[in-house]
């Protein structure tokens, strides 16, 4: 044989995998599929569990938009299917009461430190009360100092779109249990029924910016985040058509 010969029975022979080499390579292709069999079917159920949640929250947020371009309803003087009254404009009669009013901390608006002036309205001939985001207050240049927020005197008609209150939230340092703090952190309503001597609606009603007795009122328009789902639906996407991708490239690669 002379030397070109020789050179060329050589190359295909490195070219050619071992036994130990396609041995490896078919493991891995068994131990690729088997793990594939797992985390494909998962990534795509999970992909549409999130499609099928942003779908369900822009229902939500069409159904909610158009509530609050309905005619305005009274709020009732027995408790309230909140869920019913969520985004409705509504309308209240009565009296506030100035000596429960709280400012909600840590409130900025437009890079300024301010507070939130929630004060309870009780409704007229009845002892059931409901709490009014009266708006914006900005803080002093002191903190130390707390800001006056006056309160409208006798009995005022007000409106407002109900909102619930959050039922989770991150507290900075540990509430006072007895008392009562002019100052929250949080609006935390659980807290609030058991601190005063009435029966208190389980919603907020957002104070109508054309409302007297009112400070900065900027409401944000509601937002079921819709749009997060599916960017999580397209992310569970991603990993399965990566997870495919993968396997055939270990598949179809040279050893």
Do not use: C
Request: proline share 8%; net charge positive.
């Amino acid at each position: 044989m002379d030397d070109a010969s020789g050179s060329v029975a050589t190359a295909q022979y490195a070219r050619r995998p071992s036994a130990p080499a396609r041995a490896s390579r078919k493991q891995v292709a068994i131990l690729g599929g088997l793990l594939l069999a797992l985390l494909l079917p998962a990534f795509v159920s999970l992909g549409l569990w999130q499609w099928r949640k942003a779908e369900s929250k822009t229902a939500l947020q069409s159904e909610l938009d158009s509530r609050s371009h309905d005619a305005a309803i009274a709020i009732p003087t027995t408790p309230a299917d909140v869920d019913a009254l969520r985004h409705r404009r509504v309308i209240l009669r009565g009296s506030y009461d100035a000596a429960h009013q709280v400012l909600i901390d840590n409130r900025p608006y437009r890079e300024q430190a301010g507070y939130h002036v929630i004060t309870p309205l009780q409704l007229s001939g009845s002892t059931m009360h409901v709490l009014v985001n009266r708006g914006w207050l900005p803080a002093p240049a002191d903190h130390r100092q707390q800001p006056v927020a006056e309160v409208p005197a006798g009995e005022i008609e007000v409106s407002g779109i109900a909102v619930l209150p959050a039922q989770r939230f991150f507290t900075l340092a540990a509430q006072p249990t007895s008392g009562w703090a002019p100052v929250w952190q949080n609006l935390d309503l659980e807290r609030f029924r058991s601190a005063v001597p009435y029966p208190l609606q389980g919603l907020v009603v957002q104070l109508d910016p054309t409302a007297a007795g009112g400070y900065v009122r900027d409401w944000p328009r509601p937002d079921e985040r819709a749009d997060r789902h599916r960017s999580y639906a397209l992310q569970w996407f991603g990993f399965a058509i990566a997870s495919l991708g993968i396997w055939g490239y270990f598949l179809i690669r040279r050893p």
